[in-house]
């Protein structure tokens, strides 16, 4: 039986559609469902809605909002406007938390300080419409390889430096096994975390090298890398954060995989490398 408070992001199934999705989380006992906005928008968000609302997942976050460390101008503008039905798209599911990747350096850019700063300055323009919805938007801190191209925001402590000058319904964090295990601060950072009521999701799969081909699919299921589950886990814990606990894995190999086989895999290694660290509830 799955547990329930394991969710599956639609990432992890990368080819199936929000159909076969629901469907596969659905025979397999799951409970909840990580959102990505393209199977959402391919079907319309109405119907969208209804399907999920009809299947009785839960919808644990939404992704992915954020690429918006550009420099001012019409693509600036485009990517805030963007973010704002976002945020009404998350908000229609009766979900609280939108996943960002901040975006990295602009074409021509080597100033990581000034791309930090506009991911500021666009939380500011976005703090209202966030509150209003009763959305968290979830800056995710991305491993420092993916610095440049996709998230200037590399370590728990910088995302959470950066959301300090929001109300934290506005602004929080996602704790992602993959991104920040290797950061010798990292526990402190997510006790700092739970202190601050930023804690939006966790997110979980494994860092296991030599990586492949293409880094951005180098996630792993549970158990088959290098992460150790357990203190970051009991670390999420002991903040007292009970949200659902999302798989996401990026990895071809993954998604050559039929469906059902993936979510059985997924939810066999959630409960021998993650479950036994969490309160029962």
Not at 37 to 64: F, Q
Not at 120 to 146: C, N, Q, R, S, W
Not at 245 to 273: L, Y
């Amino acid at each position: 039986m799955t547990n329930p408070i394991l969710s599956m992001n639609q990432a992890t199934i990368k080819h199936a559609d929000l159909r076969q999705t629901i469907d596969t989380l659905t025979k397999a006992g799951y409970q909840s469902v990580g959102l990505w906005r393209e199977p959402v928008e391919a079907v319309g968000l109405k119907e969208a809605v209804k399907m999920v609302a009809d299947s009785g997942l839960r919808v644990s976050t939404m992704c992915r909002g954020g690429f918006f460390t550009m420099s001012e101008g019409p693509a600036r503008r485009a990517s805030i406007d963007d973010n704002r039905r976002l945020i009404e798209e998350t908000a229609a599911f009766g979900c609280k938390a939108l996943v960002l990747v901040v975006g990295g350096l602009p074409e021509g850019s080597k100033d990581l300080a000034g791309a930090r700063g506009r991911i500021e300055d666009a939380l500011f323009e976005l703090e209202k419409d966030t509150l209003e919805a009763g959305v968290t938007l979830a800056i995710e801190p991305l491993h420092p390889m993916y610095c440049t191209d996709r998230a200037c925001v590399s370590t728990l402590g910088q995302a959470l430096d950066i959301a300090a000058s929001f109300d934290p319904k506005a602004v929080g964090v996602t704790v992602d096994t993959f991104h920040i295990f290797w950061d010798p601060q990292v526990l402190d950072s997510i006790a700092r975390a739970g202190r601050e009521g930023r804690i939006a999701t966790y997110q979980v799969c494994d860092y296991r090298t030599p990586f492949e081909k293409d880094v951005l699919l180098s996630r792993h299921y549970m158990g088959e890398g290098m992460i150790d589950f357990k203190p970051l886990t009991e670390a999420v814990a002991a903040t007292g954060w009970r949200g659902d606990i999302e798989c996401e894995i990026f990895n071809q190999g993954v998604w050559d995989t039929p469906f059902d086989e993936v979510a059985a895999r997924v939810s066999d290694a959630f409960d021998k490398e993650v479950a036994p660290y969490w309160p029962v509830r």
